[in-house]
């Protein structure tokens, strides 16, 4: 394959030369990588990987896959040292749809307009679009995504499409030979989730450009014209097409909204845009763009991709560039945060509970094929747990495989390089607990960790985990999962203690120090039912003595935390502190 003889330190980006030579691991990535270079015939010019989103509303963690499968494929190309670039374009001149809930209906007035030309209902941004892409800028930068921006207002508005559009209105019986191939095959899906709800409405927003053709009835066919005009005189895309003068150019529309008749010209004026399959392609041609991933749905037959991909040539005489389809990212654990504010979550959401580089890695992890979901849970502890132990894989060269290969793409960048992580790993189901027991400060919480066996220098060591675990917990843990201790000891229950009871806490009572490690107690508190048994702490536990603990164990967590179970007993203890310990379990004289 063309590679042009580049030199490059990642043994990633070079293959085995032969069967003695240890296997390199490979991805998704590598692959689409390979198609990227492939589609620009070889590594001699700058190759394009687009990405593209209209920023109609809050970015979701399923879009995110659009910015993020495009940003690991211009990694892997800039590892191998052939120059690249992530073209991100931000489809602003696209226009606003629908007034969602929660917005003021008199919003409705603004449908037709270009999502940059809508005014932002909650007064912090110049404009609808840029109130969407402030916060996913945001997310990005903190994920070390970077971008070369394209607003396709200001490129529209720039004039920078004029050659391409008289193109494209030159070609227009072409254009709409293709259209009518491909409007025939078209199938409704019915959606499954709010998600495929939310990329359905997409297509069909592909399916207006059809649609406006549909129920045009004058015999010229301009309502199939693939450029629409936005109103000169109300701003709206409510336009209909009554004359088209191929000699000069002039192209005359009436707005069914204000009743505005005017004539702008193509090639002097910029005033409106292409239909958006045909919009498409023709970026593709005038960017030079090698690889564009799309949703599953781009890729189906009579989607925008497919018709593009045939426009492209015979419009532009292109190609279209390699693609790889997406699927959907699933969203769970959100019960708590959905009552709250409701809305389906957004990266920044994410990053709230995930560290950067582990949210990358649930998007480079899987095939872009594949599904997922981000699950805000009790799953999130599991995550960290598996995104520990894979570091520590990591660690050792010998074990480089395509799992290492997937945390080495999530962990770090050429431009920002290795992605903040904490200088001391400390189990975030350990932060989480004690976040949870202590429901205390940022400096409480690091000085209890150091008590359960963390060292660290400061709290700064256990960031931007510990923030992590501390929005986690207040946020996303449902309060019948939360630990309360009790405020003052459970009367009731102290002074109903059978003989046994009465004998175990006593014997942790005396034993227990003023200032508590974690390893003291966590041997005492296994250890107390061995001593009234007659063992000593360190003995193995007979069938007996562990019948016991569970019931020792049982009676702690009533007279520390009133539930049946709770974090980790020694956790537990050293967070609550010796004073804490000794008011809740000392039976009432
Ligand atoms: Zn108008």
């Known amino acids: ?262 004539v702008t010209n193509l090639a002097t004026q910029s005033e409106g845009k292409l239909v958006w399959k045909v919009d498409w392609p023709m970026r593709w041609s005038v960017e030079g763009v090698d690889f564009e991933p799309g949703g599953v749905d781009h890729a189906s037959p009579g989607s925008s991709y497919t018709v593009g991909k045939e426009l492209v040539k015979d419009v532009y005489g292109a190609r279209a560039p390699s693609f790889v389809g997406y699927s959907f990212v699933g969203v769970a654990g959100m019960a708590k945060m959905s009552s709250s504010r409701g809305g389906v979550p957004t990266a920044a959401d994410a990053l709230k509970v995930l560290e950067a580089p582990i949210l990358r890695w649930l998007y480079v992890r899987r095939q872009p094929k594949q599904a997922f979901t981000v699950d805000f849970g009790p799953e999130v502890v599991r995550l960290y747990d598996e995104w520990d132990s894979l570091g520590r894989k990591a660690a050792d060269p010998a074990r480089r495989d395509a799992q290492v290969l997937a945390f080495e793409r999530a962990s770090a960048t050429a431009a920002a390089g290795t992605l903040p992580t904490p200088t001391v790993v400390v189990p975030f189901r350990v932060l989480s607990s004690v976040a949870d027991v202590t429901a205390g400060s940022a400096e409480q919480i690091g000085r209890i960790v150091e008590h359960v066996g963390h060292r660290h220098d400061s709290v700064a060591d256990l960031e931007p985990r510990l923030s992590k675990a501390m929005t986690w917990t207040a946020e996303f843990v449902p309060a019948e999962d939360r630990t309360t201790v009790r405020s003052t000891p459970d009367v009731e229950r102290l002074t109903a203690l059978d003989e046994d009871e009465e004998l175990w806490l006593a014997q942790l009572l005396d034993r227990l120090p003023d200032d508590l490690d974690l390893d003291a107690v966590t041997s005492l508190v296994y250890g107390v039912p061995k001593l009234t048994r007659g063992l000593g702490l360190d003995d193995a536990p007979t069938e007996q003595v562990k019948a016991d603990q569970k019931k020792f164990f049982g009676l702690l967590y009533r007279l520390l935390v009133a539930a049946d179970r709770g974090p980790r007993l020694p956790t537990l203890i050293v967070a609550l502190g010796a004073d804490t310990v000794r008011t809740l379990l000392t039976p009432p004289r």
């Open 1 to 262: 394959m063309a590679r042009g003889g580049r030199a490059s330190s990642d043994p990633a980006a070079e293959r085995p030369a032969d069967r003695d030579t240890p296997r390199v691991p490979t991805d998704w990535v590598t692959r689409a990588a390979d198609d990227a270079i492939r589609h620009a015939g070889g590594t001699d010019r700058l190759i394009t990987c687009a990405s593209g989103a209209s920023p109609s509303g809050p970015v979701h963690l399923g879009n995110l896959r659009e910015f993020l499968t495009v940003h690991f494929v211009a990694e892997e190309i800039r590892r191998r040292g052939v120059p690249v670039r992530h073209l991100h374009s931000w489809d602003d001149y696209d226009r606003f749809r629908k007034v969602p809930a929660g917005v003021d209906p008199s919003w409705a007035e603004h449908i037709g307009r270009p999502l940059s030309a809508v005014p932002d209902p909650w007064g912090c941004h110049d404009s609808w679009a840029t109130h969407f892409k402030a916060p996913l800028q945001a997310a990005l930068a903190e994920m070390g995504v970077e971008m070369e921006e394209v607003s396709q207002t200001e490129r529209y508005r720039a004039g920078a499409y004029r050659d391409e559009i008289l193109t494209a209105v030159r070609h227009r019986d072409r254009i709409e030979a293709v259209l009518a191939r491909f409007r025939t095959k078209k199938a409704a899906p019915t959606p499954e989730s709010e998600q495929e709800a939310a990329a359905l409405e997409d297509s069909v927003a592909d399916a207006d450009d059809d649609l406006a053709a549909d129920t045009g009835s004058d015999s010229a066919g301009w309502a199939r014209f693939p450029y629409k005009p936005y109103c000169r005189e109300c701003g709206r895309d409510t336009t209909e097409v009554t004359a088209y003068d191929d000699e000069s150019t002039d192209l005359s529309y009436t707005c069914a909204v204000c009743g505005f008749a005017g």
